[in-house]
């Protein structure tokens, strides 16, 4: 059971809805974070790797194991009216078969386009640590 169900939040409580970890283009490892918005009393947080929708389930273990609530999210890369953006996607069920394989083929276009000097973003990820 997710840790956010029922949770309420103080109108002051202290969130961030998009933070990176080292699966994507952040600094710090999963741990790390976690470990830091603990400390600093942070109420909740989405981390929201980029393509990030396999690292979502790690995150959520990650998070549960050390009692901080953590909603399900990610970055992903989508075009809007022609030109590529970025869409927060929030709540979503990791495990979901076409939603790892939209995220799955964004990686792979990702790596096809830039190789190769692709980026840390398309490269870190646990989609491409197979």
Known sequence: MPLIDGLALAADAAIDLQMHTTFSDGEWAPEEL???????????????????VAAAATLQRVAQAKGFPLLVAAELTAAWRG?????????????????????????????????????VRARAGPLNAR
Not at 34 to 52: K, M, P, S
Not at 84 to 94: C, K, N, Q, V, Y
């Open 83 to 119: 030109q590529p953006t970025d869409m927060l996607g929030f709540g979503f069920d990791p495990a979901h078969p076409a939603l790892r394989a939209v995220a799955e083929d964004i990686t792979r276009r990702q790596v096809r386009e830039h190789a190769p000097g692709v980026g």
């Open 34 to 52: 976690i470990e830091y918005l603990q400390r600093e009393g942070f109420a909740l947080a989405a981390i929201t790797d980029h393509e990030g």
